[in-house]
């Protein structure tokens, strides 16, 4: 496949008749990522950053990202004592998280609960319902409900948000799964504590900070490693953080005391929802997007996240099967499967190694195909799963290399958590591939902070208490 950043490792050319493999090139070429088109992306990326950071509001709003202001200036520093909880709200799970710090070392508990669809696309005031019994449920488990003080509580809402104060923002739109008619507008701190009080009898907690789950991914990754000042998740959607210098803030209203630095949402999910991306967007992430929850809207993250790689990789292999390519052109349950093809299966395959097709088998057989399956279909479904993801795995590297190079530091830990970082075999060495290209100058390490969206989260409540007690601005 070229000599490109997108050149296969896989065998594929061997395994396949001349014919196959022409049709297959036909197909995959035009999704092919040149240097020229990395570097476009990149470029639009850094508008993005730089419209984002502008002292003009007009400005800002022509801006695909938010580059929000957290308030969030203290990170921990290894003195850390006592009990904090968690809450983590916008990936597939609803987790809560006990974290008993002794002497900065942090001793954590974490319970998930799971959303029904009905519950994601009913009114907002039954999700808040949800949380409320479920942090109610995780005290009574842990022996806390009847705790005479108040446990601190950092809230991880993982949906963009315009941040007011460490413990107040407004809700600009849901995403990914979540689709409630309501909510949009309003503070999910103000809607999680009306909803205790709905639901639950004087719970012992102070919500005392709430944040995106890059944030508390962020505040994860540097417990591990303090050179990590990069947050980033790799799940269902996608979004960073970062720690900036407030010298470095054009837009910057508060004040230059210490710490002179203060965590920054990017929100980048959302990059290209104004057409700056549209130069590398392709028939299957336009026909992707139709389909999804929420049309129009974070265009980036539909080329690689969790919930859409699947499918992309599905409206690639239907177009190869509708052409004859692929299953003999027949595989009805793939065709009409939308949706049902999931970034689990191809991190499944994937995870094939060397000639194995073991993997790929048993996917197959979940779409009813298995007797006829030839081992030119399984080394053109293995290609393309590869193709796909390593080309989203090259798409968002691009722009995190720009937030990395705008970091200007000389190494840079970013700690990521999410399930496609977490089970794709290949992303991270894909991503790498163009850090080493595009970032030369800054020594990058990824590391996977499992579950710190949720861990983060009772850090963050650390970082609250610090700054009321150090009169640090929070609003
Ligand atoms: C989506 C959300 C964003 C979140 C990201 C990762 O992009 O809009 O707020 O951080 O997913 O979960």
Redesign the pocket.
Known sequence: MSSSSQSSKLNTRKVLSEDNWTKLNAVLQPLLLTDEIIDKIRAAFSDQMHLANSTDENVRKTSDHLMMNTFIRELLDGTEQGDFLGLDL??TNFRVVLVRFKDGVADTVTQYYNLTDETLSGPAAGVFDFIAESIQDFLVKQGLDKSEQKIPLGFTF???STQLALNKSILLTW??TFKCPDGVGEDPVAMLEAAIERKTKNLPVDIVVVM???VSTLMAGNYLDKKCRVGL?L?????AAFVENISDIDKWTGDYNDPKHVIVNV?L?STGDNGCMDFCRSEYEKEVDQFSNHPGS?TF?KSFSGMYLGELVRLVLVRLIKDGTLFNGKAEKLIEGRWKFTTSHVTDIESDAGESQENTKNVLKKFGLDSGVTDEDIAIVREVCEFISRRGAHIIAAGMSVLINYIRLPEVTIGIDGSLYEKHPKFHDSMMEIFERFSPNTKVKMILAKDGSGQGAAFAAVSALRQLAKGIRCS
Not at 235 to 239: F, V
């Open positions: 916008g990936g993982s949906f963009p995403t990914k995106s789950d890059t998740i799940g269902t959607g996608c979004n929100e999910g974070f993250e």
